[in-house]
């Protein structure tokens, strides 16, 4: 079974400023996803950023870029410029690349505090 | 656009009472995912289906059922319902168009007295 852990239970970041989330994660299958979603206080779930495991460059959306070592399994979460609005708990999640319906495995998560 | 929808949005019920948790997802999504979120936790995988067969199946309880419908549409049927049922429920939904992307729903928030 895969698993994934974030060793960081909470962060602090000054605003404008640069943090990164760690995640790291158990598989033996060589084809997967990893995703970085967000959950701010509404409880909604929001999805950051994706990665490909065949894909050996680093996701970027805006702000928001990942370090992702195969070898190491591990995959980092960078937010860039950190505004109020990124405060929220952030989790690592794992899914398989095989067939449809394939479930996402979270980590335990990160709750980011964003001070002004 | 169109997202994935949730009813009800909060649920009262009391121990031993039964809950139906709905799930409508976003338009051509053919496969519906259920999750549980207990205060403080990570989201944990129940059950999914595609094409409205059982697909995965993860730490659902045997008082727990679900099924997807052929408008594509979930319900998550919870049995004998106990104090520690109470969680967000998230249902997502996800196409092999968006490389089975899961976008989630709002979720419905169960509590049980």
């Known amino acids: 079974a895969q698993t994934v852990t974030q060793s960081q239970p909470e962060m602090s970041v000054q605003e404008a400023e640069t943090v990164t989330l760690s995640c790291t994660y158990d598989?033996?299958?060589?084809?997967?996803?990893l995703f970085w979603y967000k959950q701010p206080p509404s409880r909604q779930m929001i999805l950051v950023i994706r990665q490909e495991a065949y894909k050996q460059q680093n996701a970027t959306e805006n702000r928001f870029s990942v370090n992702f070592q195969k070898a190491a399994k591990s995959f980092s979460l960078k937010i860039s410029d950190s505004q109020l609005g990124d405060a929220a708990m952030y989790f690592c999640?794992?899914?398989?690349?095989?067939?449809?319906?394939?479930?996402?495995?979270f980590g335990e998560g990160t709750q980011l505090t964003v001070n002004p | 656009a169109a997202g994935v929808i949730q009813s009800p949005r909060h649920l009262i019920k009391e121990k031993r009472e039964t809950a139906t948790l709905k799930c409508y997802p976003i338009p051509r999504h053919d496969t519906v995912y259920w999750y549980q979120q207990g205060p403080g936790q990570d989201p944990q995988f129940l059950i999914s289906?595609?094409?409205?067969?059982?697909?995965d199946k993860g730490s659902i309880p045997d008082r727990f059922s679900a099924q997807q419908f052929s408008d594509y549409h979930s319900e998550l049927n919870m049995s004998s319902l106990e104090l520690g049922d109470s969680a967000l429920y998230f249902c997502?939904?996800?196409?092999?168009?968006?490389?089975?992307?899961?976008?989630f729903g709002p979720g419905t928030r169960l509590t049980v007295t």
């Open positions: 999640a794992y899914r398989s690349g095989e067939t449809s319906g394939s479930r996402l495995t």
């Open positions: 598989t033996s299958e060589s084809d997967y996803y």
């Open positions: 997502a939904s996800s196409s092999r168009r968006d490389f089975y992307e899961q976008y």
């Open positions: 289906f595609y094409e409205k067969m059982q697909s």
